[in-house]
């Protein structure tokens, strides 16, 4: 199984990385209550276990059939799978086209989901009948990378300003059933990357904004205490969609102050 590159943007110039890492994350999540578990799941986790490093990942499934509800739930599972296993360094350079680390952990992650859906699917006889959206963030060495196959979007927001990590998709393709993961041995991948910055404010939701409600989370953005108690997420998602109860799951996390961790003790 081949992972086909449908498209790697940066989506703002980078910028020199020899500062001190961003080490402090605030990361929140929601989940509508009318969302299913057996639809749509997502995790957030730190592979490292050390400061300044992030996944999320997100899969729901896109068809009213076992199936699919089956390929949302093994996506998820082999993703992390993946994900653990590049850090683990159980990758060779020569299995990746990718240079940043971030970049090619989505890689392993999304080869490992897509064969492993691919493969049960095709063991039960039930070929092209697994599909699920996926989207799946990654922070490593200071750059934020983002993946998706199907629908799902990503933001960042900084300095007043919205930037989406990936192009709107169009409905035809979002229908297409070769436009989800799982249904084809050789699954195309959007990818994006942005080296962060203190104060940066990543989104993931799982379902597209219109322009409206992009314009809306640039002003809930803006009049939004970050610092205050409380899920700002839930918050953000009460005021910008018209059902959030049916929103399968969005997340939020705030990148810094740069923050210095003393794990050592010297005695004196």
């Keep these: 199984m081949e992972l086909a590159r449908d498209l790697h943007a940066d989506i703002l110039p980078k910028k020199d990385l020899t500062r001190m890492a961003c080490t402090h994350l605030d990361c929140h999540t929601f989940r509508g209550a009318n969302a299913l578990l057996d639809t749509s799941s997502f995790v957030s986790f730190n592979p490292h276990c050390s400061p300044g490093n992030l996944v999320i990942a997100g899969a729901r499934a896109v068809k009213q059939s076992i199936g699919s509800q089956v390929a949302c739930k093994?996506?998820?599972e082999h993703f992390v799978e993946g994900?653990?296993?590049y850090f683990s360094g159980n990758f060779s350079d020569e299995d990746f086209v990718e240079a940043e680390p971030s970049l090619r952990a989505l890689e392993?992650?999304?080869?490992?989901?897509?064969k492993s859906v691919y493969s049960f699917g095709h063991s039960l006889a039930a070929g092209g009948r697994m599909a699920a959206a996926f989207i799946g963030l990654v922070l490593e060495e200071e750059t934020i990378a983002s993946g998706r196959v199907g629908n799902g979007s990503a933001y960042l927001y900084r300095a007043g300003e919205l930037f989406p990590f990936f192009d709107s998709a169009d409905e035809a393709t979002q229908e297409h059933q070769e436009g989800y993961l799982g249904t084809q041995s050789l699954v195309?991948?959007?990818l994006a990357s942005v080296a962060i910055e203190p104060g940066d404010v990543l989104y993931v939701f799982s379902q597209e904004l219109s322009e409206s409600e992009e314009a809306e989370l640039i002003s809930l953005s803006q009049d939004m205490d970050f610092n205050s108690p409380g899920n700002p997420i839930s918050e953000i998602c009460r005021f910008l969609f018209d059902s959030p109860d049916d929103v399968a799951f969005a997340t939020l996390t705030r990148v810094g102050p740069e923050t210095i961790y003393l794990d050592n003790v010297v005695g004196g």
């Design 83 to 85: 994900i653990l296993d």
């Design 188 to 190: 195309s991948v959007e």
């Design 74 to 76: 093994l996506s998820l």
């Design 108 to 114: 392993a992650a999304f080869k490992r989901a897509n």
